[in-house]
Nanobody, 112 residues
Framework: VQLVESGGGLVQPGGSLRLSCAAS????????MSWFRQVPGKERRFAAS???????VYSDSVKGRFTISRDNAKNMVYLQMNDLKPEDTAMYYC???????WGQGTQVTVSS
């Protein structure tokens, strides 16, 4: 199983970023996918998930601003992040819950 995140970076408050996660090594279209985030010294926290049929769930902190999506033909999952706030600054991780597999993470920094 391999998960490779990309798309992080530095963005000003109110800006947008789109994270991508390329998945391989398992039957992607049969598994739910999630995004978690973590700041130094704190536990990793759930941000969003999408079921294999497309059902989405969001944490209260990102609901209305972030959108998770997937492309089963490309084995990709995305996290579109809009109206970013400084408190969104974190390392973002792609995760396959059933397989308990994590990617290496991509850093998102929201700062003026």
């Amino acid at each position: 199983v391999q998960l490779v995140e990309s798309g992080g970076g530095l963005v000003q408050p109110g800006g947008s970023l789109r994270l991508s996660c390329a998945a391989s090594g398992f039957t992607f279209n049969a598994h739910a996918m999630s995004w978690f985030r973590q700041v130094p010294g704190k536990e990793r926290r759930f941000a969003a998930s999408i079921g294999f049929q497309g059902l989405t769930v969001y944490s209260d902190s990102v609901k209305g601003r972030f959108t998770i999506s997937r492309d089963n033909a490309k084995n990709m999952v995305y996290l579109q992040m809009n109206d970013l706030k400084p408190e969104d600054t974190a390392m973002y991780y792609c995760y396959v819950p059933v397989l308990a597999q994590w990617g290496q993470g991509t850093q998102v920094t929201v700062s003026s």
